[in-house]
Structures are given as structure tokens and as C-alpha cells.
T-cell receptor, first 108, second 114 residues
Framework: GQSLEQPSEVTAVEGAIVQINCTYQTSGFYGLSWYQQHDGGAPTFLSYNALDGLEETGRFSSFLSRSDSYGYLLLQELQMKDSASYFCAVSNDYKLSFGAGTTVTVRA | DAGVIQSPRHEVTEMGQEVTLRCKPISGHDYLFWYRQTMMRGLELLIYFNNNVPIDDSGMPEDRFSAKMPNASFSTLKIQPSEPRDSAVYFC????????????FGPGTRLTVL
């Protein structure tokens, strides 16, 4: 089976940097994905790491260390619209198993 | 593209009734997924299809749940009979075969079973 751990809540001010860590245990691992979900909305894809290292997409970056079963999502230059839940998910072939999510609250 | 379309957006029903949720995936996507989201259990994969064929239904909670995909543009998730513990938001998602971890979610159906 799969288990993922990520912090439940993070609060930061506009313009700050937030790092959301994700550790996982899984049988069969293809990669680590990150999804964003606004309250009342649907999850939307942010990034995917199959190999070790950092992937950068605009203000968001994602990192993976396969040897440590660890990854993180880095949110830079926080904006109010970044207030949402962020989920890490491990992929085993085409199946995604999601973590419980981290609620990020951005304050003015 | 209109994205993944789900209907209805909200459904309120009474215990014991049959519920059918519908999904139209993005055209050209080979994979279709059904998820359930609750506060207690988070986001869970129920079943997924590849080219209209069910590949893995190990997440389907029990025999009261069934899913079909009669063609590439339509899928249903049926609950019969429904129970209050089935209350949740049900998402349908689709994905191109080239990028399995990038799944496109529909807006979801919020189901309430009284």
C-alpha cells in the first residue's frame, strides 16, 4: 500500500516563501505529483517529478529525492490567490494515491 | 476544449435510492478515473479505465458501487442502494496516455444521502 505524510496547515504572508514537505512509503513508485485545490473546486495539476532534482514552473518548484522517499513543493512570492489546499500524490503506473493535503493560508 | 464535464453538480437523495453520476472526459484522453473525496478519507481512487476498459477497481468500496464506460466519451458511476456514508464529492478525471500523472479533474458531483 501507500502512505504519505504532509503538514496539515501552513500560514504565511504575501510575498513570502512556503515549502510543503511530503514523505512517502509505497510499493511501486513512478513519481511524485502535486495538485492544488481551492475551496469548493477541483484538484488541478501543478507538477510531476519522476527523477531526482528540482523542477521549476514559474513561482512554483517541486523537488524529489527518491533515495529519501521525500519531496517538497516550494511556493515563492506568495499571493492571496495561492490560498488553497496542496496535495502530494505518488504514482504507481497510472494510479495516483493522494496525501491528506496541506492547507495554505496567505495573509495580507 | 470544455474540459471534463460531470453531471449533476449536486445530488440529494434518500437512503436506499439509486444514484447515477455521469462524466464526459476530454476528447482524446485514453484514461478515465473516478475519485471520491471526504474529510475523513481524503481523495480516494475508486476505479480507472483505459480505452473504455476497467483496469483497476480495487478502490470501489463494495458491491453497491459500479462503473461503466460504454464509449470513449461517456462514463457512469452508479450507487445502488445509496447509504448516508456515501455522501461525498465524486470527481471524474481524464488523462492522456503520454502523461499519466497529469490528470484533468471535472468540477465534481456533491452527493448527499439523507
Amino acid at each position: 500500500g501507500q502512505s504519505l505524510e504532509q503538514p496539515s496547515e501552513v500560514t504565511a504572508v504575501e510575498g513570502a516563501i512556503v515549502q510543503i514537505n511530503c514523505t512517502y512509503q509505497t510499493s511501486g513508485f513512478y513519481g511524485l505529483s502535486w495538485y492544488q485545490q481551492h475551496d469548493g473546486g477541483a484538484p488541478t495539476f501543478l507538477s510531476y517529478n519522476a527523477l531526482d532534482g528540482l523542477e521549476e514552473t514559474g513561482r512554483f518548484s517541486s523537488f524529489l529525492s527518491r533515495s529519501d522517499s521525500y519531496g517538497y513543493l516550494l511556493l515563492q512570492e506568495l499571493q492571496m490567490k495561492d490560498s488553497a489546499s496542496y496535495f502530494c500524490a505518488v504514482s504507481n503506473d497510472y494510479k495516483l494515491s493522494f496525501g491528506a493535503g496541506t492547507t495554505v493560508t496567505v495573509r495580507a | 476544449d470544455a474540459g471534463v464535464i460531470q453531471s449533476p453538480r449536486h445530488e440529494v437523495t434518500e437512503m436506499g435510492q439509486e444514484v447515477t453520476l455521469r462524466c464526459k472526459p476530454i476528447s482524446g484522453h485514453d484514461y478515465l478515473f473516478w475519485y471520491r473525496q471526504t474529510m475523513m478519507r481524503g481523495l480516494e481512487l475508486l476505479i480507472y479505465f483505459n480505452n473504455n476498459v476497467p483496469i483497476d477497481d480495487s478502490g470501489m468500496p463494495e458491491d453497491r458501487f459500479s462503473a461503466k464506460m460504454p464509449n470513449a466519451s461517456f462514463s457512469t458511476l452508479k450507487i445502488q442502494p445509496s447509504e448516508p456514508r456515501d455522501s461525498a464529492v465524486y470527481f471524474c478525471a481524464s488523462s492522456p496516455g503520454t502523461s499519466p500523472s497529469e490528470q484533468f479533474f471535472g468540477p465534481g458531483t456533491r452527493l448527499t444521502v439523507l
